[in-house]
């Protein structure tokens, strides 16, 4: 049963712009065929139309690449050994050669510009699309380069829109100058207000290099690999990894042959134990946070490197994790939650939500203060729930907790994995008070602090008296907040 609490006005830092902001306030139009005729020769703001930009040259080579990594996988060993190595052979560079010559024709029918404030991107042969991305509606412009960009001095631009169910409109591939210059004038022209010379800039050859081997900007931290690398070992899957090769050659001296079925398997199983360590060593190698005024620059990646720019008044929650194989060295992890930004890929490996990968109780209190001023991490007290619940969590009741701090509502759970999130009351959207029939039999319940970026923070298995007394004060709170802001 749920009991909902009373809504609360979105801040305007987290609103999207209503279509009566904007004329292109809508998504993205998609699928939809648009004349062959050029843009109309007022589209600029200075009375002057902006040519279309084309990606870099080398766009169509790397696409191809990539393409031929995947029509190899797809082929399969099965088709090598029925038609020989040179049939095969031929196969892959036919479809290869496809592929590129499909890559070349997309690279010449796709282009971009900036329109006012609003970025569109031309694409297709037959049917013409257009994307028009209004930049009100932009929250971050990431800068990705994956290894074959970087061998070749390319790199790819990602846009986080407000809303989107998936980054848009992504630019694959820019000179890492071009990226770099069109990701500023991107990020200037989203901020409040228009801002005709920075529309009127165009991206130049000579601008510094979209990722710097340091991001710009106040430094915060940077995590040592080192610490990246014990604190990988420090996981589950690397601790029963030991376990896991004994059991597999006891495996085979117990059995009279190898077949190639057999060592395939366990060569798969043992690599999908090792891959999201190891990824996550590779997506987080260099990790430097730096502070740039209202953003949080945030540069990471060995085989491909990523420079995000991560908006503070965008920021919703913060979350603090405590490992359990992690507390002897006393390292925690913190990750943010931010409005308007996608799910990304399955394992959120695109989602800008790292604050840091690895560090001290310090360093985390430092950073939680940098991003939620006025929070002081180690100073946040949280309250146990009611020794009746002890029925639904006889184990972990101690490890469950809130509590009103002076500028935000911190909530904690977690047994073998303790949890940590943080909300300050200027982000909170709605209130709700939640029961399960256990719980009504119990007289608790559990009260959700909505925010913009979607899971907020639960306080779990409160008093029934407390719980609403709680959606009360938090609504209250909020309310004032919002109005301070």
């Known amino acids: 049963m749920t009991h909902p609490g009373p809504e609360l006005p979105r801040p305007a830092t987290d609103a999207p712009p209503t279509p009566h902001d904007h004329p292109a306030a809508a998504a993205s139009h ?70 590129t010559v499909l890559a070349v024709v997309s690279w010449y029918n796709t282009g971009y510009h900036v329109v006012g404030r609003e970025l569109r991107v031309y694409e297709g042969l037959l049917w013409r699309r257009t994307r028009a991305i209004p930049l009100e509606r932009l929250q971050a412009v990431e800068v990705v380069r994956p290894l ?37 004038r991107l990020l200037a022209l989203a901020g ?40 990988q070992l420090l996981t589950p899957q690397a601790f029963l990894l030991p376990f896991g090769v004994a059991f597999v050659v006891a495996q085979f001296l117990s059995e009279g042959s190898w077949s190639f079925i057999a060592v395939a398997s366990t060569i798969t199983a043992m690599a999908g134990v090792l891959l999201q360590p190891i990824r996550r060593v590779l997506d987080d190698w260099n990790f ?17 490197t990523r420079a995000q720019t991560v908006p503070l008044n965008r920021v919703q929650t913060v979350g603090v994790t405590w490992p359990l194989l992690w507390r002897a060295k006393g390292w925690l992890r913190l990750r943010l939650e931010v409005a308007g930004y996608s799910g990304g890929e399955a394992d959120d490996r695109n989602r800008p939500d790292r604050l840091l ?15 939620l001023p006025g929070v002081r991490l180690g100073g946040l007290a949280t309250g146990l729930p009611p020794a009746r619940a002890r029925w639904l969590r006889p184990l972990g009741w101690r490890a469950v907790g809130a509590g009103l701090d002076e500028r935000a509502f911190a909530a904690r759970s977690g047994l073998l994995t303790r949890q940590l999130t943080v909300v300050p009351y200027a982000r909170i959207q709605s209130v709700r008070v939640t029961q399960g029939p256990a719980q009504r039999r119990l007289r608790l ?16 298995d409160r008093d029934l008296d407390e719980a609403w007394w709680l959606a009360a004060e938090l609504t209250a709170r909020a309310h004032a907040a919002q109005r301070a802001g």
Request: hydrophobic letters at 45%; zero cysteines.
């Open 30 to 99: 998609d699928d939809q065929p648009t004349p062959h005729a050029p843009p109309a020769p007022h589209d600029h703001p200075d009375g002057g139309a902006e040519p279309r930009r084309r990606l870099h040259p080398l766009s169509p080579a790397l696409h191809g690449a990539k393409s031929l990594v995947v029509v190899v996988a797809g082929l399969s060993w099965s088709t090598l050994s029925r038609v020989g190595f040179g049939w095969f052979a031929a196969m892959a560079t036919v479809l290869a050669l496809g592929a």
């Open 148 to 184: 074959l960009a970087q061998l070749t001095g390319l790199a790819e631009l990602r846009l986080e829109v407000v809303g989107g169910g998936k980054t848009e409109a992504p630019l694959a591939y820019l000179g890492v100058a071009e990226a770099g210059a069109l990701r500023r």
């Open 192 to 231: 409040p207000g228009p801002h005709p010379g920075a529309a009127a800039a165009q991206p130049s050859a000579s601008a510094e290099p979209a990722v710097s081997p340091v991001p710009p900007g106040r430094a915060l931290h940077a995590v040592a690999n080192r610490d990246l690398l014990v604190s």
């Open 288 to 304: 430097r946070l730096a502070r740039d005024e209202g953003m949080l620059r945030v540069r990471n990646g060995l085989l491909e």
């Open 357 to 371: 990968p690895v560090g001290d109780q310090g360093t985390g209190e430092r950073i939680v203060a940098e991003v």
């Open 445 to 460: 319940a559990t009260v959700h602090a909505d925010t913009a970026g979607g899971a907020g923070v639960a306080a779990l």
